[in-house]
């Protein structure tokens, strides 16, 4: 019943397996992203795909619609050319003062647009594949953010796709700041496994000042992630380990469950 | 079984990943995604050889853990650990009957993604879990239960379709011929 085939099939197997786990991170790095490729047409195919109802669409879009469509973005192109003016007026204020005080002058975000290939089959991880890769500049722990606010941070990085993780993943830690009278600062870390909307802020010191509705922004500790960048609101708190810290919930900004475009942040 | 079942294994296993990570309404609708790399594994198991499921273990494996946070070759082990004894056992299992493939892709669906957040927690990592990850799992079981019959009923018609069939033997033997003709004599 158990032949020799079997014993070397079975031999054979667990050999490769072990093998692999036990490569050095940046050997298995490599390899992943060599397997992954073999994937490369298909997401061009998929791609092309998710194209056509939206070419489609444009191709049967009316004359007056789409002068309709010109036109109010015309105007929102001129309204933000007027709050970039602003801005930059404020920009300038900004760093005499801070040269004025001693401060590091700010630099303005240079930010990249990426599309959102593929998300992490295995229901135990939160993470995404990018189409932008060493190539493009990027590199490890670059913040990836949308128009609602931070999402993650590049964990890996191949020629021409990297992968994020996510925020909720407990492999993605975020110092975040609440923007309160007392500005508490704590980790934002692991969400739990059904919910990706919700994530917990934890070490938070036993006094802090919380309410519903906060604001949550990255506190620009850590290194990986700039000052300012808008994450979430409270949703409520609670004090754990017999009140010597407090821990609450944060809703995010951002929808991680429609994730198309995304950017990708140099500092 | 033969050279084209096992192509077509492999080529629906590549496919079913790369399917898995770009089709997420089940993750959105049902809280999880359906895994349909262990009903694949009944199938090899049952209906090719030990070969066969060798190899969509180790290549089935290492493309779902090339396209998700895995480390690499984390699923192969819990992939074969599933199909080598089903291979070696087959004979003794009704494998034509749909309850036999629901209740083994069941099975297979629940004890790959355990067996693998079991590798994944003895090699030091943090995988997201909670209490509802037992949702998930129950998700995970109930769709790689429905995938195995229908993987069933494809690769048979695949298999009718384009792969060769047995020529079926006649009775007829030219050696015992009765000739009545004189001539012959």
Request: charged share 15%; proline share 5%; hydrophobic share 50%.
């Amino acid at each position: 019943m158990f032949k020799r085939k079997n014993y070397f099939a079975l031999g054979s197997v667990v050999l490769v397996t072990l093998a692999i786990l036990s490569l050095p991170p940046r050997v298995t790095s490599r390899l992943k992203l060599a397997v992954g490729s073999l994937f490369l047409p298909l997401f061009g195919l998929a791609n092309t795909a998710q194209q056509l109802p939206v070419t489609a669409a444009d191709a049967i879009l009316s004359r007056r619609e789409l002068i309709q469509q010109n036109e109010s973005l015309r105007r929102e192109n001129q309204q933000l050319k007027f709050l970039q003016m602003q801005t930059s007026a404020t920009m300038r204020e900004n760093n005499q003062l801070r040269s004025a005080i001693g401060w590091q002058k700010q630099t303005p975000w240079k930010l990249k647009l990426a599309n959102v290939v593929l998300r992490d089959p295995a229901n135990w991880w939160r993470t995404a594949q990018i189409d932008l890769g060493s190539r493009d500049g990027l590199r490890e722990n670059l913040p990836v953010l949308t128009n609602d606010g931070l999402i993650g941070r590049v964990s890996s990085v191949g020629l021409t796709r990297s992968q994020i993780i996510l925020i909720g993943d407990p492999n993605c830690r975020v110092s975040a700041r609440v923007e309160n009278p007392t500005h508490d600062i704590g980790v934002l870390g692991a969400g739990g496994p059904l919910d990706d909307s919700l994530v917990g802020l934890s070490y938070l010191s036993s006094g802090a000042n919380l309410k519903s509705g906060q604001l949550v922004v990255t506190s620009g500790e850590g290194g990986i992630f700039p000052a300012g960048i808008p994450i979430g609101q409270i949703v409520d708190a609670q004090q754990v380990e017999f009140g010597l810290y407090t821990e609450a919930r944060v809703k995010l900004n951002a929808n991680l469950g429609a994730l198309e475009e995304v950017w990708v942040l140099f500092p | 079984m033969n050279v084209f079942n096992t192509i077509l294994v492999l080529a629906t296993a590549f496919l079913a990943v790369f399917g898995e990570t770009v089709f997420t309404a089940p993750h959105y609708l049902l809280g999880a995604q359906v895994d349909l790399l262990p009903a694949l594994m009944i199938y090899a198991a049952l209906n090719t050889n030990v070969v066969s499921v060798s190899i969509l273990a180790v290549a089935g494996g290492l493309w779902f853990d090339a396209l998700s946070a895995n480390p690499l070759g984390a699923t192969v082990l819990p992939l074969f650990a599933v199909g080598f004894p089903i291979c070696v056992q087959r004979d003794f299992i009704l494998r034509e009957l749909p309850f036999a493939q629901v209740f083994l892709g069941a099975l297979a669906s629940a004890l790959v993604p355990a067996i693998t957040i079991l590798i994944l927690l003895s090699g030091g990592n943090q995988p997201l879990l909670g209490w509802s990850s037992l949702w998930q799992w129950i998700v995970m079981t109930a769709g790689g239960a429905a995938a195995t019959p229908i993987f069933f009923a494809l690769f048979d018609w695949c298999n009718h379709a384009f792969g060769y069939q047995l020529q079926t033997e006649s009775s007829f033997r030219p050696d015992r011929e009765i000739h009545r003709d004189k001539k012959a004599k």
